[in-house]
Nanobody, 129 residues
């Protein structure tokens, strides 16, 4: 059973930075692709970023390109989301997600949530103007 626990959320002023962490209770963490999603009040959950188990395989939503960086530490079973130059519109609950992707897996970039099967409980990020 996969358990994901997010941390690192909080209140930050616009222009500031936060680093989110997601600790995964997974026996073979390195086999899993990991993702970050977010959901703002009254809006649908949206994709933020994803990372394959192999180095270099990263994906970003346009909203975070150039500002957000996803990374992982397989030795610590942890995935991170470094968020810089935060904007009030980044305010949301941020969720971590996981699923095994095979080496040839091509993610569905139209429906990112379908690429993941396990979800954390979320961490609140609030960006004040």
């Amino acid at each position: 059973q996969v358990q994901l626990v997010e941390s690192g959320g909080g209140l930050v002023q616009a222009g500031g930075s936060l680093r989110l962490s997601c600790a995964a209770s997974i026996r073979t963490f390195s086999n899993y692709a990991m993702g970050w999603f977010r959901q703002a009040p009254g809006k649908e959950r949206e994709f933020v970023a994803a990372i394959r188990w192999t180095a270099g395989g990263t994906y970003y939503a346009n909203s975070g390109k150039g500002r957000f960086t996803i990374s992982r530490d397989n030795a610590k079973n942890t995935v991170y989301l470094q968020m810089n130059s935060l904007k009030p519109e980044d305010t949301a609950v941020y969720y971590c997600a996981a699923r095994i992707w095979g080496p040839g897996y091509v993610p569905n970039t139209e429906k990112w949530a379908t690429n993941f099967a396990s979800w954390g409980q979320g961490t609140q990020v609030t960006v004040s103007s």
